[in-house]
């Protein structure tokens, strides 16, 4: 898992391991596009890298991180879920912000949504500003994945020999 931290005030990016997981610190940059850019980049090359040995790439948060996962579905083949975290997610607020969202939730593979609620929420706000089949394509690929694991679910044996491998490819507020 590679986790990229932005609060890192140091002039050269670090890389480090800790238990498993790579951490990336980026350098701080006065340049948010070029940043923007040169992340999508990474992890794009990233994906092509590693699509063979991941099952799937998901986005939480419809930024970046969105437009990485469905860019990586579009130019290699993988599997690319997104999440959005609240309504600024799916609040459909006009013009380019409206065409953007429609874009990334008509060509991920699934919408993943943390409860009933705002499931309950995000349909409406689909049925008010999509058209019927763009709102059915949609309504038909979500699907409710809660923020905690129980354990009776989590402690299943595994239908596969081969460990179950997944990418966050997102935001890390804090370790």
Excluded at 46 to 62: C, E, G, P, Q, S
Excluded at 72 to 91: C, H, Q
Excluded at 115 to 120: E, F, K, L, T
Excluded at 130 to 136: D, I, S, T, V
Aim: proline share 3%.
């Amino acid at each position: 898992m590679t986790a990229y931290v932005r609060d890192y005030s140091g002039e050269r990016q670090t890389r480090e391991h800790v238990d498993g997981f790579v951490i990336e610190r980026r350098a701080v940059s006065g340049m948010p596009i070029i940043r923007s850019i040169s992340d999508l980049a990474r992890g794009l090359l990233y994906i092509r890298k590693n699509r063979h040995t991941m099952d799937v790439f998901i986005a939480f948060h419809l930024q970046l991180a969105a437009l990485m996962v469905v860019f990586g579905k579009l130019l290699f083949g993988t599997k690319a879920l997104i999440s959005p975290r609240g309504k600024e997610d799916f609040s459909f607020r006009g013009g380019v912000i409206k065409a953007w969202q429609r874009f990334l939730y008509r060509h991920a593979d699934g919408v993943l949504i943390q409860s009933d609620v705002i499931r309950s929420e995000f349909l409406r706000q689909c049925d008010l500003h999509l058209n019927g089949p763009e709102y059915r394509a949609i309504q038909g690929k979500v699907y409710l994945f809660p923020n905690v694991i129980e354990l009776h679910e989590a402690s299943r044996p595994l239908k596969h020999a081969a460990p179950f491998v997944v990418l966050f490819v997102g935001r890390l507020v804090e370790l």
